[in-house]
């Protein structure tokens, strides 16, 4: 009896223990939660909707702050605060724990509602601080072992290396210091990193957040660290900047978390440093007790586990029976299923063993589509070959033989002949089945594609008649062309000459209103004609040699004369050295240039017309050209700006407008230059006027001849006498960019003015078009006032027939180019120079005029004849006129000529034919220069002449100013002594 009541001591005892060991280990381990419940509000009803969730953002590595538990979850104290916070206030909270640098970007874009952290000031420029939360403790942290003081302020940290967490508040702090106390700094992700750092000797120090150090030492098992204080600041909650006022809610909530307990259970679970457990000593006898009967329940529970794994494993292999039995049920269905499936697709489907050469499986849509039993599938391994077209059979057979052999999936179309004789297009899509490196088994999809090929056969034939279709309209305005042109080239070219004759007022009035419509059906023409090549996309464009400063020249002297018909001025300005050694197409530019120059003309009453022209982005390789053309006309609304450069739209398009024209021309300008690769723009304001632009990118090759430089004309002196204000601009601009001392006058009288007798001009530059006439009589008197003989050097906007009799003298045809007027200043103006200079130079002579050169004209049309022959003449030529390109041949093979002009569709043979004969007679004959005549002008014209040997292209009706342009580039002399007459 004894025995048992020592035993039911025993035991009680032992059970007693048990529950005292495990109520003080209860005590010991810290609470999940806090121990007072939040007050939660509830919603009566018909109250507003539950505001939206409140998104809590912070650091997923600052405990005990903020950080990741075991599990990744949202743990710390600021995490439990606002989630108390959300519960006190009937908010939903999300708490999202990223990477600092994300919760700061977060709160600067909005996604991130609320987040804690230390002030400073930067911080509040940045973002809006709300309540305190705590005060946080910055300290230094070291090794135990650390031989040398810890500093006790942040100034003291010159030659330390601290490592700190990066974007903190102490890394903001250290980056403010003064860079002679700053010290070195080892950045870190996380406190933790930034004190395992400084444990393993990479930094001195590590500074941070006392609670966020402690924390970090505790997980990193470091108990001894030494640690001092260096700053105190505030620890905040924070939203993003101007959102402060939508958390007034958020200070009255946090009073009474405080007030209720709630905060300090907070506290006392996250912020509080936890002792050790306590351990505990008892009865050898008790532990043995314990021992056992952990082995009794450890026996117990193995015991109950082998028995569950055994039912389960029973029951798992039943199950598995279960479930083999239910996939082949389900197999078998599938199976059925897919049959079905194959054999309702509008497709036949099938398989093929490549070892037996037999079909093994094929749908019934065999059957419908083509007729023949399926059973013929199967049974002949030749069925399906002998079926195919006999055109298609054997590269069918060859091309699957080898794509088989290669391994790889093709699809084929060919045609089938069906049981009731019609053919069937099919499409086949095989796959090669490839077992063990080698192709055991073809699986294919037939597709019925007659409809689709019938279509494409619709859809070929459609385009075969839109082509027939696009030849005869292409005929028809080449046809056109020929017929409109061949009449305007004698109505233009006789009314040119007609005004180079003796006329009455009358009788001028009269010629010259036939002339301007002529110009005006011809640019309605020209417009028609290259808006086809543009919308056909038959634009050509040549890459030949292009000098931007002779193409401009060549555009202000073609436009020059109908500027002066209208009182207006027409100047060329070239700013700097532009490069004479580029690559474009000067006749497309030319062809913008000269609608550019002609619109501003055109809608400009009164003013001045400039062209300027300019290079930029100037390298060795390359150069870009810019255009300007601007007038001082009507100007152009913004609106109208906007939809300038589109087709068949001008400024003003009401019937009633002063200025006629297709409207095409801009649109083909900006065609050209796009194609080109440049750009085109204007800039306008109504009533002022409009600057029209365009820039091309050019590239440079080869070499050219250096341009005259200032230094050859630097120091001499120069009087401008012009009343137009914008051509003694540009001719001050020219002459000062070539080195020269210039002076500017209106008229005579202002001119005497602004003399001096110590400055007294070598050169004296005098419009024959002034206001009060009499530009030889005012040179005359000048040089009778000058203390030393002065060059004069006229400036005329028409041609004159009356020659320079005065010595040395000469005449310059506005618009003026740059490197006439410089040329005619170094010959006229160096004696002048030289005979007042301290070294008086020899005298420049000009050369003896050239000899009359000899033109053949090969034309068929007798009035053409005649205008040719009339043009030529007045030229200085001597012309030579055959009916057709026989009798050219022959003449070319006989005479001596300079320049032949070949008309290209006459009678007997063609201007090409005789093109080729020339080109295949012996030198010299067939080297002569040959300039195709023809009023065809459509896209492959001029390249079709040029193809032929021709060396150039003028299109009827042929004006003056072209053939004057030829003439000048193929014979120099004859256009020179021309112009000097």
Known sequence: MTNQCWGLTVGGGLVSLLASVASAFAQASPPTSPVRPATTMTRAPGQADPPRPLVYGGSDHFGPWESLDDRGGPDGFNVALVRALGRHTGRPVVVTLTPWARVVHGLETGTVDLSAMGVSTARRTR??????IWTLHQTLT?????TWPL???????????????????????????????????????????????VLEGQGTLALGNAQAMRHAAGALDARRTASREVMVTGYHFVTGPGRAREFAWLEPALAELKANGTFATLIEQYLTPRSAAPTWSVWAFVLTGGVLLTAVVVALTWYRRVRRVVAAKVQAEALSVRRRQEAEQALHATERQMQQLVHSVKAIVWRRDLAAGQYTFVSQEAEQLLGYPAAHWLADAGFVDGIIHADDRAWVRSYSARATAEQRDHTMEYRVVTQDGRLVWLRDIVSVMVAEGAARELIGVMVDISEYKAAEEALEAAHARALAA?????????????????????????????LDTPLTTEQRQFVETVRSSGDVLLNVINDILDFSKVESGKLEFERIGLDPERLADEVARLMGERATARGLDLTCRIVGDIPGNLIGDPGRLRQVLLNLVGNAIKFTERGDVAIRVSASDIASDHATVRFEVSDTGIGISPDAQARLFEAFTQADASTTRRFGGTGLGLAISRRIIELLGGRIGVESVPGEGTTFWFTVPCPRVGGVAAPLRPGTLGGMRVLVVDDSRASRMMLEQTLLDAGMIVQTARDADDAMAVLRPDAWPHVALIDEGLADGGATRQAEQLRARAPHPVAVLLLSARLSGTPVTMERAARVMKPVRRSELLAAIDAIGRPVVAEVGPTPQAPVTPAGAPAAARVLVAEDNPVNQKVARLMLEKSGCRVDVVEHGALAVEAVRTGAYDLVLMDCQMPVCDGFEATRRIRALASPHGHIVIVALTANALAGD???????????????????DALAGILERYLPGVASAHTAA
Not at 168 to 180: A, I, N
Not at 942 to 960: F, I
């Open 942 to 960: 001029r390249e079709r002449c040029l193809a032929s040997g021709m060396n150039d292209y003028l299109a009827k009706p042929v004006r003056r």
């Open 151 to 197: 500093p006790d302020r942040l100034t003291s940290l010159s030659g330390e290396i601290v490592a700190v967490e990066r974007g903190s508040l102490m890394h903001e702090v250290l980056l403010d210091l003064p860079p002679t106390v700053r010290p070195a700094m080892l950045l870190a992700r996380s406190s933790s990193e930034a004190l395992r750092a």
């Open 470 to 498: 696009t030849r005869a309209k292409s005929e028809f305005l080449a046809s056109m062309s020929h017929e409109i042109r061949t009449p305007m080239n004698a109505v233009i070219g006789i009314t040119d000459l007609l």
């Open 142 to 146: 070291a090794p135990a072992e650390r």
């Open 127 to 132: 973002f809006d601080f709300l309540p305190i």
